[in-house]
């Protein structure tokens, strides 16, 4: 489904984002693989990647630092020649209550979801306007369409990266560039690893579905939206979630 194409992914070391780079490895893309701070799983990643016969290269960078990711994004472009799609993947998490949310936990989470999505935007607008082709993807939540209690800094992370979503999808349409978000629900990860019994088991409970999602539940959707298939949709938002958000 996206032979020949290349994909951008920031935070497909591990996780959700490194099941959207192996499954478009999978699918005939290449892949430019960012991580920040987990050397051994990028390699493992990469090494999978190139068991599937396309190109793979890592780039370490912190995407909340404006003038390091504009210098990825140029590395990319030289040792790729173009960036088909950016999926805005990389992000974390900082949960507690409005009354004990620290000021650096609140511009972290901020700074990585929101603002580490809009430098990747930025910086290859250029190149997105230049070839006229091309698709970005940003992983939200469902936190940014409904709110979570505890999760007030993430929340308003992704509703803001929900709403980055659909101007980047007005201002390049004209461009023939789609820009999408895939908000998942509860999707086992490192992210929610600390999430564990009762609370689990309540959460769980509460998904229609009955069960938690995979990061291939998610991949998959990345991967259509990636495609030639997807190329009449802009400015959505679709939720993975097992039902939770109906
Ligand atoms: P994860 O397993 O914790 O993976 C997060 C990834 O982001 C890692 O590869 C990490 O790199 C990278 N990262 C973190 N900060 C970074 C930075 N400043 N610059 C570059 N990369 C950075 O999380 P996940 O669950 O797969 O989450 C992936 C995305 O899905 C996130 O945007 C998250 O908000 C979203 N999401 C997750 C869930 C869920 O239930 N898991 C639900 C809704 C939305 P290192 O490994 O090198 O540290």
Known sequence: ???????????????????????????????????????????????????????????????????????????????????????????????????????????????????????????????????????????????GLRGWQWQASYAASKGGLISLTKTVAKELAGRGVTCNAIAPGLIETDMTAGLNGDNKSDFVASIPLSRAGQPSDVSKLAVFLASDWASYITGEVIKVDGGLCI
């Open 1 to 143: 489904m996206l032979k020949g194409k290349t994909a951008l992914i920031t935070g497909a070391s591990k996780g959700i984002g490194r099941a959207i780079a192996l499954d478009m490895a999978k699918n005939g893309a290449n892949i430019a693989l960012n991580y920040i701070g987990e050397p051994n799983e990028a390699e493992l990643v990469r090494r999978l990647i190139l068991d599937e016969n396309v190109h793979c290269a890592i780039y370490k960078c912190d995407i909340s630092d404006f003038n390091a990711s504009k210098k990825m994004v140029d590395d990319v472009l030289r040792d790729f020649s173009q960036v088909d799609v950016l999926v805005n993947n990389a992000g974390i998490a900082r949960d507690n209550p409005i009354l004990r949310i620290s000021e650096k936990d609140y511009d972290d989470v901020m700074d990585v979801n929101l603002k580490g999505s809009f430098n990747m935007i930025k910086h290859l607008y250029p190149a997105f306007m230049k070839s006229r082709t091309g698709t970005i993807i940003n992983i939200a939540s469902v936190c």
